[in-house]
């Protein structure tokens, strides 16, 4: 964390935080887009159950504080700053009830309980009734960008109604991580265009709420906040959140986005033919859209309408609408690196496993990773998959293990984009950001499974080099975020495909799109196992998150 050194900071500075699943990061931007300051907070979350995952939001606020703090006694001068942008973590549900409300903005605020994150499995019993309810699949498509999805935030406002009665009659509002932050900063509520794609309550064509869906579901309009573009000022930064953070009282602060729609703004990804594959603790790949067209009628036969979801980008400000996005996400990317590394080799350096699986050969001599450990979204919607190395045998060592751990997210990150090939124009690169992009050795086996060329960034900021951008246009009317957004990424020298390889990993990857199929009733079968387990023994567990996700 600070400034570079010898740098002259200009005004102004443009503040950008980023909620995130293992931390919060904030930085800051002058307006030739260099990052002349950053700071983290490690965060961590609590697993109660199997497939549950939920944190208190204040927990972020906490972590957001001392990012913020550690940033500004960096040296930056904080007079140049003019304003601050927000991205976070998707499709969290935070529930507030009146008395959290009328704190906002002059204390901390509690949540009526954890917020739901964006990785919980268990609204998997809401899917069914939220489908019908909205007339089937298609229609739940056609109406909101997307199916009913676990880990969507309409799902988890059905759970509390049907689990938690007395808490779901105190909710006055629902909103999502990022507005939590805002709320806190600046005593205003709001979402925007983006974030507000992924709760299934948002019609991606007006990019307002639906007032069929919210009448079909039954949910109160008055519960949800105001929606705008992610480049519009919502509010200023109170005495109390400035004596919190240090942030100049009166600072305008962005609503910004959804970190998948602030990733793509800063890796610069806002042009249709473009794509962007993010490898962090999940994995997403998105590819923009000029026009609102729901995944709605596959040329292909490998599923049903909905494979990846309809978003709104982050590319509007309160002047002029922004545009759309397709999204496939999948649970657990670098994060299955980060469970491989905890559990085979504790202590270990990422960068040390990762060229120790270089030289192991590709397609690990017979040996598959399922990054299925906390179900997955895309492009298998499943909330009872289960991971696991299949094909082990005593010839195999550490280097194949982390190897195919490296190979099977790829596997499954390629069968996101080739979903995006089929509903959209194919890109002929594709940027890869986020922590693993870190790696020359995975962006290398990413574009063998990809079959084009990767392009990672110089300068990884993702989210958070997005959420300045939307602080940038927000005051300043006569910018573009997309121009920004070109004109602040920085695309390092293309990754290309390894030749040699590509003939091994095909093979492999045609197991590894076979193994959901074979595997799902095992799968269900041990969920059901696990679930009698802790129902004879419910014994709480909190998974700590790492300070830096690979």
Same mark, same amino acid.
Do not use: Y
């Given at each position: 964390m600070g400034v570079e050194q010898g740098m002259t900071l200009r005004t102004p500075i443009f503040v950008g935080i980023d909620?995130?699943?293992?931390?919060?990061?904030? !930085?800051?931007?002058?307006?030739?887009? /260099?990052?002349?300051?950053?700071?983290?907070?490690?965060?961590? #979350?609590?697993?109660?159950?199997?497939?549950?995952?939920?944190?208190?939001?204040?927990?972020?606020w906490e972590a957001t504080r001392a990012a913020v703090r550690s940033l500004l006694t960096g040296g930056i001068d904080t007079s140049s700053i003019a304003a601050v942008g927000l991205s976070g973590q998707m499709h969290g549900s935070v529930f507030l009830d009146r008395a959290a409300l009328d704190r906002?903005?002059?204390?901390? !605020?509690?949540? !009526?309980? $954890?917020?739901?994150?964006?990785?919980?499995? /268990?609204?998997?019993?809401?899917? %069914?009734?939220?489908?019908?309810?909205?007339g089937g699949r298609s229609a739940c498509v056609e109406r909101t960008g997307c199916p009913p999805l676990t880990g969507l935030t309409a799902p988890k406002l059905d759970w509390l109604r049907a689990h938690e009665p007395k808490h779901a009659e105190r909710v006055a509002a629902l909103c999502l991580p990022k507005d939590y932050l805002l709320l806190a900063l600046t005593g205003e509520l709001a979402t925007d265009v983006g974030d507000a794609s992924g709760t299934m309550l948002l019609d991606p064509r007006t990019r307002e709420w639906s007032p069929a869906v919210l009448d079909a579901l039954k949910i109160d309009r008055a519960m949800l906040p105001a929606v705008h573009e992610s480049g519009t000022a919502i509010g200023r930064v109170t005495r109390w959140a400035a004596e919190q953070t240090g942030l100049p009282a009166g600072t305008p602060v962005a609503i910004g986005s959804g970190d998948n729609q602030a990733a793509a703004l800063g890796a610069g990804v806002t042009d249709p033919g473009s794509a962007l594959a993010i490898l962090g603790t999940s994995g997403v790949v998105l590819a923009p859209l000029d026009e609102p067209k729901t995944d709605h009628a596959p040329t292909s036969s490998l599923a049903t309408p909905g494979r990846i979801n309809l978003f709104c980008d982050a590319t509007g400000s309160a002047q002029q609408r922004g545009a759309w996005l397709y999204s496939g996400c999948m649970l657990s990317a670098a994060g299955s690196l980060e469970w491989a590394r905890d559990t085979i080799a504790p202590g270990a350096a990422f960068d040390e496993l990762i060229r120790e699986a270089d030289s192991a050969p590709a397609g690990c001599e017979g040996l598959i990773f399922l990054p299925y450990l906390t179900g997955e979204r895309c492009p298998i919607p499943d909330p009872q998959a289960r991971g696991g190395w299949i094909g082990l045998t005593r010839s195999h060592t550490r280097?194949?293990?982390?190897?195919?751990?490296?190979?099977?997210? =790829? #596997?499954?990150? =390629? %069968?996101?984009?080739?979903?995006?090939?089929? =509903?959209?124009?194919? $890109?002929?690169?594709?940027?890869?950001?986020?922590?693993?992009s870190a790696s020359p050795e995975w962006c290398r086996i990413l574009a063998t499974a990809f079959g084009c060329p990767v392009v990672p960034l110089e300068v990884e900021e993702g989210p958070a080099l997005g959420a300045a951008i939307c602080a940038a246009v927000s005051i300043d009317a006569a910018l573009d975020a997309r121009a920004l957004a070109r004109g602040w990424s920085r695309p390092a020298q293309s990754i290309e495909p390894n030749r040699a390889n590509a003939g091994a990993m095909r093979d492999a990857r045609a197991v590894f799109d076979r193994l959901h199929a074979d595997l799902s009733p095992a799968h269900a079968a041990l969920n059901a196992l696990a679930s009698d387990n802790q129902l004879s023994s419910p014994s709480p567990k909190q998974i700590p998150a790492p300070d830096h996700t690979p």
């Open positions: 909620l995130g699943t293992s931390g919060v990061k904030a !930085i800051a931007v002058d307006r030739a887009g /260099r990052v002349v300051g950053t700071a983290s907070h490690g965060l961590d #979350f609590d697993r109660p159950r199997q497939g549950w995952a939920e944190t208190p939001p204040l927990r972020w906002a903005g002059t204390g901390t !605020i509690d949540a !009526i309980r $954890p917020a739901l994150m964006w990785n919980d499995q /268990r609204t998997e019993a809401s899917l %069914a009734p939220i489908e019908s309810a909205l280097a194949h293990l982390i190897r195919a751990v490296l190979e099977g997210v =790829a #596997f499954n990150l =390629a %069968a996101i984009l080739d979903i995006v090939r089929d =509903a959209a124009i194919a $890109p002929s690169t594709v940027r890869v950001t986020g922590g693993g």
